[in-house]
């Protein structure tokens, strides 16, 4: 493991709460709950799949979902997604194409706020914009920290059984 990911101070990385990165003026706020939706998936539905256009940011408020990607012809696993995780800030934030599928793995609800409302609440609001670029910051920090304890572990097993042979 890297000296960074072991003098990463952990509170940098933690998630902020959701009322702390959506809070902005009432007519911004306004803007967004009234062009809101909730949306239903069935287990193994797909809510969006990779490289498909953005249609907005989703809040996961219920059920299980699954992330998953492929790079290089090659598949991958990148985890749970659950209640109160917001998905894809990286398409809504930037070029508007997704760069995983997400699928549902039990019934569930997702909260979406439409991409242009979205876009004009950046627009009306720029603070907002730069709490969701932060958050994305401390979600690839988080899957670095996960990725770098993941190998490292492989890594200490092999070290100790050299060490008993």
Same mark, same amino acid.
């Given at each position: 493991?890297?000296?960074?990911?072991? *003098?990463?101070?952990?509170?940098?990385?933690?998630?902020?709460?959701? *009322?702390?990165?959506?809070?902005?003026?009432?007519?911004?706020?306004?803007?967004?709950?009234?062009?809101?939706?909730?949306?239903?998936?069935?287990?193994?539905?797909?809510?969006?799949?990779?490289?498909?256009?953005?249609?907005?940011?989703?809040?996961?408020?219920?059920?299980?979902?699954?992330?998953?990607?492929?790079?290089?012809? *090659?598949?991958?696993?990148?985890?749970?997604?659950?209640?109160?995780?917001?998905?894809?800030?990286?398409?809504?934030?930037?070029?508007?194409?997704? *760069?995983?599928?997400?699928?549902?793995?039990?019934?569930?609800?997702?909260?979406?706020?439409?991409?242009? =409302?979205?876009?004009?609440?950046?627009?009306?609001?720029?603070?907002?914009?730069?709490?969701?670029?932060?958050?994305?910051?401390?979600?690839?920090?988080?899957?670095?920290?996960?990725?770098?304890?993941?190998?490292?572990? =492989?890594?200490?097993?092999?070290?100790?059984?050299?060490?008993?042979?």
């Amino acid at each position: 493991m890297s000296i960074e990911a072991k *003098t990463a101070p952990k509170h940098a990385v933690t998630a902020r709460p959701l *009322t702390e990165l959506l809070e902005c003026p009432p007519e911004t706020g306004n803007l967004l709950t009234e062009t809101a939706r909730c949306v239903d998936f069935q287990a193994g539905e797909s809510v969006f799949r990779q490289n498909a256009d953005c249609k907005g940011l989703y809040l996961v408020v219920s059920g299980a979902f699954e992330r998953k990607a492929e790079r290089l012809k *090659t598949r991958l696993a990148l985890g749970p997604v659950r209640s109160g995780d917001l998905v894809e800030l990286a398409a809504a934030l930037g070029e508007s194409r997704h *760069t995983y599928s997400l699928n549902a793995v039990t019934p569930g609800t997702a909260l979406l706020l439409p991409i242009d =409302p979205l876009r004009q609440a950046f627009e009306s609001y720029p603070p907002l914009r730069m709490r969701l670029l932060e958050e994305l910051a401390r979600e690839v920090s988080r899957a670095y920290r996960v990725c770098c304890l993941t190998r490292a572990i =492989p890594l200490r097993r092999r070290a100790a059984s050299r060490e008993s042979l």
